[in-house]
Structure formats: structure tokens, C-alpha cells
């Protein structure tokens, strides 16, 4: 188990760099002049350029931009984007709030999406079962910038029911009808993967056994068919954490919501590269260490994957 | 006397959008402490169901019982409620399955498994339990019983595993154990070890012991009695040796022919032609006469009542006492 660990965690910290390196790739190769950009239409005279040029490392060649930057992460200083505001200012200031509202939507997700899924596959074939089945498939495949815009103004223009946009004094239920809407087509994945799994664990020879034993029904549901048909679900909603927050991009921009999307898009058309390498690594990151606890987790549930 | 567990003119019906398929047309058999019976049958000749009818453990639907008593101890069980079925099960009838793999629940310790009965229905507690679970391990002979007790069922081998099953199943001392088709996953050397092993265990608590199988073979050296099926009908019911040495109907007589011996050498093995009958489509009269080799006119129109042939000894054929006595 700790040899797994280590070669795990080596795994991570090259993929991190690999995929760091490609981002960073990325963002120089599309810059063609971040220092204009910045200034807007504005002549920008050559004595700031200069000075500007010398503070960003612009002039010498890539991959030694690329070690400064990478000294700057590893030692936490994530230095200045090119607006000239601190990153970890910037990162301090959104994180929270993207963060929050990916864990509302995974919690919203797992709840809903598991009862409904488990409901749904014990009474397979019945009136519940169809219209879940109906609507996830119209949840799938509706974009979510749809999904987002009618919920806006259903539940919280006409309805009223919500805030139709970012308001920080309610605290926490501001995220409910964003994080409801972002994670919508995890719940429906969700509930379909656990739907399946339920009927077809309720039909596996040791659900035989177990009523064999004399075991109530209750009782076969909620400990042996429960704790089989969840090993996928959990697999799948433990990766989706990082999904949800690179998607939150769409959702904080429906809502206003200040967080992370709105600053990396911010980024992309300022031609920032430190800002957004830095939010896209910090992303890569949040998947890398999820998918790593899945694993382990699927480890902890499914005895067979631990002595394999 | 009644006897411990007896079926009478039992009817299930599969019903399925393909249609009726009719599993079983009549099964009467019955079973006695310390006895044991053998259900013999090829695949589809309703063993199973019947396995499962006992235990009421049918899959409801498709499966329905059209008509029919399963008495236990003079009790009919297909009266009772669902809950009062229940608590027969394990403790009064216990079943033991084919693929020990797929019938444990691969996310559970062996030890957790056994025990769950004890805890669940006799409210042990934990460490009591799991002290009862290492002794009968002990008692369907697991080696190094109290180490593996937290191992879980794809560790061991499969022989192991089915004698995981078998201590399952003997938890609450039953006094009926079905055993379906139990050692079919195995090989030959385990397969007649699991067989000593359910004979000794039998012996030892004086269970009925009811023993589906497919394979003549298995059957011999264990069974007191064998009733052979075919197209979800009993078609021949007699003592262990007498079937053997002359069976009295067509089909058992077939099968026993189809057997190699040592001292037919060369000749070429006798087979039964044709196929069991498609059970939504069973032919009218025998359903067996259109494999049968002695069919008669008769054999078409009319189906065969079961008939005594002897003492304990019955046959559903019109000319069983032409076939026990070797004269057609």
C-alpha cells in the first residue's frame, strides 16, 4: 500500500509539471503583446515597456519564463499578474467562492443523485423510474448555459425564489440555485449510474444468498445491494469535483459570481499568463489529489481492487 | 406420518412477454430426516425452480405458482405470509448455491457473512458470533479457520469457497438443506470431497438433505433416493441402487447408457437424440416421446400417470413395467 502511495504521488507530481509546462506553452504562444493588451489603446511609451518587459522576464526565451514561473509556485510566490495585482490576492479573494459552490453542487449531486438513483432502481419500470429516466436524459443533453439562463429566470425572476444574481449578504445561500444548476448533470449521471447499479446488484446471485439467510428485505437493500451498487457512483462523483469547478466558469458568469471562472476568463483575454497558469494548475491540482482519494477510496470499498 | 418436507402436484409458470413458459407441470416429491434425495435433471428440467419454489426465493415475477402444496412438517408453506416464509428460512430450511463465487457478496469478510445470520436473527453480538462462524468453519473443515475469518470470499479457492457456503447455510441449524447443483463449479477431486463432506454433515446432524444435480455420477454414492425430472415433470422416483440396476423409464434409462464405462471400451458412446422440449411449447401427451425410443401411438395423445412400479418405485411412462423389465 505505501509502495502504491509513493509511486502514486511521483505519478502526480509529473503530470503536474507536464501539464503546467503545456499550459504555460499554451498561454506564450498566444500572447503576441500582453504588455499592449494591458494597456488598452493607449501608446504605451517605450521607457514603461522597457521597464514593464524587464519586470515580466518578456524578453528572454521561454523556458527560462517558464522556470521562474515554476520557482515562484513551488516557493509560493506566485508573484504579480500582468494588471499588476498580487495572484495570491486575487486567488484568496476567488477560490472560497468557487469552492464553495463546486461542493454545494457535489453535495447536492450525491444527495439527490444517490436516493434518486437507489429509489429509482428498486422500482425499476415504475411511474418515478421513467420520469427520472425522461428527464436526465434532457438534463444531459441540454447545455448548461440553457439550463442556467431558464433556471434564472424561472426561479428567481418570476418566481422569486432566489437572487437572480451574486448577492454576498445572504452568505452561503447565494451558491443554492448556481450550485443546483452546476450540478445538475453530475445528479443526473449520478442517478442513472446508481439506478443501474442498484437493478442490476438487486439481481446477483447473492442477493439470492442473503434472502436465503432469511434476511429481511430492508435489510438486503441497505447493506449488501447498498454497499456494491455504490462502488461506481463514488467513483464517478469523486472525479467530478474538479469538473464542476473548471465548469463553474459558465455558471459564475450566468450568476456574477466573483470566483475563480470569471478571473480565468478575465485572464485568457488579457494574454495573462502567470494568472491564468496559475488558476489552471491549481485546478489541475484539485483533480490530481480527487482522482488520487477516489482511488483509495475505491481501494477501502471494494476489497477485491485492495488484495488484486 | 407426514413426512418432513413433502411437495404435492406442484405448478410454477414463468410468465414473460414472450409468453407462458410452463417450468413445472406437477412436481410431487418428498424428503425425511437423515434422507437424502437426489433431484436429477439436464439444464432447463425445472430442478432449480424447484430448489428455489422450497425456499421461496422465485424471482415473483416472472415466476408464479399456479397451483400446488409445499408442506413442511404438515404445514403448508405456500399459505403462510412472506414474513412467517422468512423466518423458515435459514433456520428451518437453508439452501446452498451452485457458484460460491458470485452467491458471496464480494464486499464482505467470510467471517462478517456467516455470522450475519446469527447476529441478525439470533441477535448474538459480534464477538460471540464470530467465535460461532470460526467453529463451523471448523466444522465444514477449513484449515486455519480463525485466521480467515477476514478474508474475503475471492481469496480463497473454490472448493473453500463452497464449504464457506455450506457453513452459511448450516448457521441456524436447519433441518432441510437444499444443495443446488453445489460442486458443478469445481473440479472432480473437490467436487467428490464437498459430496463426502454434505453426506458427513447430514450424518452428523440429521438433516434431510435435498441434492440437485445433473451429473449420475455425483449422485450415486450419495443419495438414498433420486427423482429424475424432465420438462418440469418427476418422470421416475425410485431408491438409489434399484435405478441403477433397472431403471423404469426411457429417459433414465438413456442416461445411464450415456455414461462411458471402462468395460464398454471402443464402442461408440450411446446419446440421447433430440433436445429437451421448449417449455412455452410442451408436446401434448409424454414430452418426452419425441426423443423416446420406444415411443408408441399411445405416447402422442396421452400424458402418463404416475404409476407404482415396485416398492418406493414410480414411473410416469405407459410402458414402465415393459422397460423395467428389460422387455422394451
Same mark, same amino acid.
Given at each position: 500500500?505505501?509502495?502504491?502511495?509513493?509511486?502514486?504521488?511521483?505519478?502526480?507530481?509529473?503530470?503536474?509539471?507536464?501539464?503546467?509546462?503545456?499550459?504555460?506553452?499554451?498561454?506564450?504562444?498566444?500572447?503576441?503583446?500582453?504588455?499592449?493588451?494591458?494597456?488598452?489603446?493607449?501608446?504605451?511609451?517605450?521607457?514603461?515597456?522597457?521597464?514593464?518587459?524587464?519586470?515580466?522576464?518578456?524578453?528572454?526565451?521561454?523556458?527560462?519564463?517558464?522556470?521562474?514561473?515554476?520557482?515562484?509556485?513551488?516557493?509560493?510566490?506566485?508573484?504579480?499578474?500582468?494588471?499588476?495585482?498580487?495572484?495570491?490576492?486575487?486567488?484568496?479573494?476567488?477560490?472560497?467562492?468557487?469552492?464553495?459552490?463546486?461542493?454545494?453542487?457535489?453535495?447536492?449531486?450525491?444527495?439527490?443523485?444517490?436516493?434518486?438513483?437507489?429509489?429509482?432502481?428498486?422500482?425499476?419500470?415504475?411511474?418515478?423510474?421513467?420520469?427520472?429516466?425522461?428527464?436526465?436524459?434532457?438534463?444531459?443533453?441540454?447545455?448548461?448555459?440553457?439550463?442556467?439562463?431558464?433556471?434564472?429566470?424561472?426561479?428567481?425572476?418570476?418566481?422569486?425564489?432566489?437572487?437572480?444574481?451574486?448577492?454576498?449578504?445572504?452568505?452561503?445561500?447565494?451558491?443554492?440555485?448556481?450550485?443546483?444548476?452546476?450540478?445538475?448533470?453530475?445528479?443526473?449521471?449520478?442517478?442513472?449510474?446508481?439506478?443501474?447499479?442498484?437493478?442490476?446488484?438487486?439481481?446477483?446471485?447473492?442477493?439470492?444468498?442473503?434472502?436465503?439467510?432469511?434476511?429481511?428485505?430492508?435489510?438486503?437493500?441497505?447493506?449488501?445491494?447498498?454497499?456494491?451498487?455504490?462502488?461506481?457512483?463514488?467513483?464517478?462523483?469523486?472525479?467530478?469535483?474538479?469538473?464542476?469547478?473548471?465548469?463553474?466558469?459558465?455558471?459564475?458568469?450566468?450568476?456574477?459570481?466573483?470566483?475563480?471562472?470569471?478571473?480565468?476568463?478575465?485572464?485568457?483575454?488579457?494574454?495573462?499568463?502567470?494568472?491564468?497558469?496559475?488558476?489552471?494548475?491549481?485546478?489541475?491540482?484539485?483533480?490530481?489529489?480527487?482522482?488520487?482519494?477516489?482511488?483509495?477510496?475505491?481501494?477501502?470499498?471494494?476489497?477485491?481492487?485492495?488484495?488484486? | 406420518?407426514?413426512?418432513?418436507?413433502?411437495?404435492?402436484?406442484?405448478?410454477?409458470?414463468?410468465?414473460?412477454?414472450?409468453?407462458?413458459?410452463?417450468?413445472?407441470?406437477?412436481?410431487?416429491?418428498?424428503?425425511?430426516?437423515?434422507?437424502?434425495?437426489?433431484?436429477?435433471?439436464?439444464?432447463?428440467?425445472?430442478?432449480?425452480?424447484?430448489?428455489?419454489?422450497?425456499?421461496?426465493?422465485?424471482?415473483?415475477?416472472?415466476?408464479?405458482?399456479?397451483?400446488?402444496?409445499?408442506?413442511?412438517?404438515?404445514?403448508?408453506?405456500?399459505?403462510?405470509?412472506?414474513?412467517?416464509?422468512?423466518?423458515?428460512?435459514?433456520?428451518?430450511?437453508?439452501?446452498?448455491?451452485?457458484?460460491?463465487?458470485?452467491?458471496?457478496?464480494? *464486499?464482505?469478510?467470510?467471517?462478517?457473512?456467516?455470522?450475519?445470520?446469527?447476529?441478525?436473527?439470533?441477535?448474538?453480538?459480534?464477538?460471540?458470533?464470530?467465535?460461532?462462524?470460526?467453529?463451523?468453519?471448523?466444522?465444514?473443515?477449513?484449515?486455519?479457520?480463525?485466521?480467515?475469518?477476514?478474508?474475503?470470499?475471492?481469496?480463497?479457492?473454490?472448493? %473453500?469457497?463452497?464449504?464457506?457456503?455450506?457453513?452459511?447455510?448450516?448457521?441456524?441449524?436447519?433441518? *432441510?438443506?437444499?444443495?443446488?447443483?453445489?460442486?458443478?463449479?469445481?473440479?472432480?477431486? *473437490?467436487?467428490?470431497?464437498? %459430496?463426502?463432506?454434505?453426506?458427513?454433515?447430514?450424518?452428523?446432524?440429521?438433516?434431510?438433505?435435498?441434492?440437485?444435480?445433473?451429473?449420475?455420477?455425483?449422485?450415486?454414492?450419495?443419495?438414498?433416493?433420486?427423482?429424475? %425430472?424432465?420438462?418440469?415433470?418427476?418422470?421416475?422416483?425410485?431408491?438409489?441402487?434399484?435405478?441403477?440396476?433397472?431403471?423404469?423409464?426411457?429417459?433414465?434409462?438413456?442416461?445411464?447408457?450415456?455414461?462411458?464405462?471402462?468395460?464398454?471400451?471402443?464402442?461408440?458412446?450411446?446419446?440421447?437424440?433430440?433436445?429437451?422440449?421448449?417449455?412455452?411449447?410442451?408436446?401434448?401427451?409424454?414430452?418426452?416421446?419425441?426423443?423416446?425410443?420406444?415411443?408408441?401411438?399411445?405416447?402422442?395423445?396421452?400424458?402418463?400417470?404416475?404409476?407404482?412400479?415396485?416398492?418406493?418405485?414410480?414411473?410416469?411412462?405407459?410402458?414402465?413395467?415393459?422397460?423395467?423389465?428389460?422387455?422394451?
Amino acid at each position: 500500500m505505501t509502495a502504491y502511495l509513493i509511486r502514486r504521488l511521483l505519478q502526480m507530481m509529473l503530470t503536474f509539471v507536464g501539464a503546467t509546462f503545456i499550459v504555460y506553452a499554451l498561454m506564450f504562444s498566444i500572447a503576441s503583446d500582453p504588455l499592449q493588451a494591458l494597456a488598452g489603446d493607449k501608446p504605451l511609451n517605450p521607457s514603461q515597456r522597457a521597464q514593464l518587459t524587464a519586470q515580466y522576464h518578456l524578453d528572454e526565451p521561454f523556458i527560462k519564463q517558464y522556470g521562474y514561473y515554476m520557482k515562484g509556485l513551488v516557493t509560493g510566490k506566485f508573484g504579480r499578474a500582468i494588471s499588476g495585482r498580487q495572484i495570491a490576492d486575487v486567488m484568496a479573494e476567488a477560490w472560497p467562492r468557487t469552492l464553495q459552490l463546486g461542493l454545494i453542487a457535489l453535495l447536492i449531486a450525491i444527495v439527490l443523485g444517490i436516493s434518486g438513483g437507489v429509489y429509482a432502481g428498486l422500482r425499476r419500470g415504475g411511474a418515478f423510474d421513467q420520469t427520472s429516466l425522461a428527464l436526465t436524459l434532457v438534463v444531459i443533453g441540454t447545455p448548461i448555459f440553457v439550463i442556467g439562463t431558464v433556471f434564472q429566470s424561472v426561479f428567481a425572476v418570476e418566481l422569486g425564489w432566489f437572487r437572480p444574481s451574486y448577492a454576498p449578504e445572504l452568505g452561503i445561500a447565494t451558491y443554492i440555485l448556481p450550485a443546483i444548476v452546476l450540478g445538475l448533470l453530475s445528479l443526473a449521471t449520478g442517478m442513472r449510474l446508481t439506478r443501474t447499479s442498484v437493478a442490476e446488484n438487486l439481481r446477483s446471485d447473492y442477493v439470492r444468498t442473503a434472502s436465503s439467510k432469511g434476511l429481511t428485505r430492508r435489510r438486503i437493500v441497505a447493506v449488501h445491494v447498498l454497499r456494491n451498487s455504490l462502488i461506481p457512483v463514488v467513483t464517478f462523483l469523486g472525479t467530478e469535483l474538479g469538473g464542476l469547478m473548471s465548469g463553474a466558469m459558465v455558471t459564475e458568469g450566468i450568476f456574477n459570481i466573483p470566483g475563480i471562472g470569471g478571473r480565468l476568463f478575465q485572464g485568457i483575454r488579457l494574454e495573462d499568463g502567470p494568472l491564468v497558469v496559475t488558476i489552471v494548475s491549481l485546478l489541475i491540482l484539485i483533480y490530481l489529489v480527487t482522482s488520487l482519494l477516489v482511488d483509495l477510496l475505491y481501494a477501502v470499498l471494494d476489497p477485491r481492487i485492495r488484495h488484486g | 406420518m407426514s413426512h418432513l418436507l413433502e411437495l404435492q402436484d406442484l405448478h410454477v409458470d414463468f410468465r414473460t412477454r414472450e409468453g407462458v413458459a410452463q417450468v413445472l407441470n406437477g412436481v410431487s416429491c418428498h424428503v425425511d430426516a437423515g434422507e437424502t434425495l437426489a433431484i436429477l435433471g439436464e439444464s432447463g428440467s425445472g430442478k432449480s425452480v424447484t430448489a428455489q419454489a422450497i425456499m421461496g426465493i422465485l424471482d415473483m415475477p416472472p415466476a408464479v405458482v399456479r397451483s400446488g402444496r409445499i408442506l413442511y412438517q404438515g404445514q403448508d408453506i405456500l399459505a403462510m405470509s412472506e414474513n412467517a416464509r422468512r423466518e423458515l428460512r435459514g433456520t428451518q430450511i437453508a439452501m446452498v448455491f451452485q457458484d460460491a463465487l458470485s452467491a458471496l457478496n464480494p *464486499v464482505f469478510t467470510v467471517g462478517w457473512q456467516i455470522s450475519e445470520a446469527l447476529r441478525v436473527r439470533q441477535g448474538m453480538d459480534r464477538g460471540a458470533a464470530l467465535e460461532r462462524a470460526v467453529e463451523l468453519m471448523e466444522r465444514v473443515k477449513i484449515p486455519a479457520a480463525r485466521a480467515r475469518l477476514q478474508d474475503y470470499p475471492h481469496q480463497f479457492s473454490g472448493g %473453500m469457497r463452497q464449504r464457506v457456503m455450506i457453513a452459511m447455510a448450516l448457521a441456524l441449524h436447519p433441518k *432441510v438443506l437444499i444443495a443446488d447443483e453445489p460442486t458443478t463449479a469445481l473440479d472432480v477431486t *473437490v467436487q467428490a470431497q464437498i %459430496m463426502d463432506l454434505l453426506a458427513e454433515l447430514k450424518q452428523q446432524l440429521g438433516m434431510a438433505l435435498i441434492l440437485i444435480t445433473h451429473d449420475l455420477g455425483v449422485v450415486a454414492s450419495v443419495a438414498d433416493r433420486i427423482a429424475v %425430472m424432465y420438462a418440469g415433470r418427476i418422470v421416475e422416483q425410485s431408491d438409489v441402487y434399484e435405478l441403477y440396476r433397472r431403471p423404469a423409464y426411457p429417459y433414465t434409462r438413456a442416461l445411464l447408457e450415456s455414461i462411458p464405462r471402462l468395460d464398454r471400451g471402443g464402442e461408440p458412446l450411446k446419446v440421447i437424440r433430440g433436445l429437451p422440449p421448449n417449455l412455452q411449447r410442451i408436446p401434448p401427451g409424454c414430452p418426452f416421446h419425441p426423443r423416446c425410443p420406444i415411443e408408441q401411438p399411445r405416447c402422442r395423445e396421452l400424458l402418463p400417470p404416475e404409476v407404482a412400479v415396485g416398492p418406493q418405485r414410480l414411473s410416469a411412462c405407459h410402458r414402465a413395467q415393459e422397460v423395467l423389465n428389460g422387455t422394451a
